[in-house]
């Protein structure tokens, strides 16, 4: 006779007995943005070289682009043609004296006008004195004031300015201006011509007939307008 235990009393089966069983799952990780700082920096300095080139480069192409008196001076300026024997006339030495006066104390010292020609067409000869500023840079609307003073100075008791007229047409960029000269004292007592002059922010030139005694100008009177159209025709070539 066999023997079977007894059947298990009915029960409510445990929870765990018909658990699904559910893969195992990773507590989630909060999200981590990239390294920001690093390449923020980079971005930052890319940016900062980007701009400090930016300048250089417009620098430079203000400096290269800015005009400059031609160096020597050209064989001819405008229907000018350079006299290079009239040059070493030392008849000349006053007048280049005064014209390298002008710009010297107009610039406060900054531009000497060093470059000097002489040209002429026919009977009439210019002087021509002009240079580029060294270390200032020169303000081309104080032209007229400064002109004034710098030509008075530069004549001494030996004439007179009768007027400073600023040009509308320079010829170029910059202004400009023309004087009016009346001489006192022999041998050019009772003698008038004109100077003109131009400036920009590097540059300084001036324009004058030639009136030491002895030239083929002397005793020939020079208006400000006709000096105003020869400066006018030679500053393409004395200036690039």
């Known amino acids: 006779m066999n023997w079977n235990p007894p059947p298990t009393p009915d029960r409510p089966p445990h929870p765990a007995e018909n658990a699904i069983p559910v893969p195992y799952r990773q507590t989630p990780q909060p999200h981590r943005s990239p390294r920001r700082g ?4 980079l971005v930052v300095v890319g940016t900062v070289v980007f ?3 930016a300048i250089m ?5 203000v400096v290269t682009s800015a005009p400059h008196i031609v160096t020597p001076p050209p064989p001819r300026a405008g229907d000018q043609v350079r006299d290079r024997d009239a040059e070493f006339d030392d008849r000349l030495l006053p007048q280049l004296k005064f014209q390298r006066s002008i710009i010297k104390h107009a610039t406060g010292g900054d531009n000497p006008g060093k470059h ?3 040209y002429g067409n026919g009977s009439a000869k210019y002087m ?21 003073v710098s030509a008075t100075s530069g004549l001494g008791d030996s004439g007179s300015i009768a007027g400073v ?12 201006v023309c004087a009016t000269i009346r001489y006192r004292k022999p041998p050019r007592a009772g003698y008038e011509t004109a100077i003109c002059a131009w ?15 002895g030239t083929s100008s ?5 208006s400000h307008t006709a000096v105003a159209s020869t400066m006018r025709q030679m500053r393409g070539d004395l200036e690039d």
Do not use: C, H, W, Y
């Open 218 to 222: 002397q005793g020939r009177t020079f």
């Open 57 to 61: 480069v417009g620098a430079m192409v």
């Open 128 to 148: 021509f004195v002009g240079g580029d500023g060294v270390d200032q840079i020169f303000d081309p609307d104080e032209l007229p004031s400064r002109f004034r």
């Open 165 to 176: 007229i600023p040009l509308d047409d320079a010829g170029g960029s910059g202004k400009a």
């Open 51 to 53: 701009f400090g080139l």
């Open 199 to 213: 400036a920009t922010r590097v540059t300084f030139g001036t324009i004058m007939p030639i009136s030491g005694a």
């Open 38 to 41: 690093p390449i923020l920096g």
């Open 116 to 118: 000097m020609a002489v």
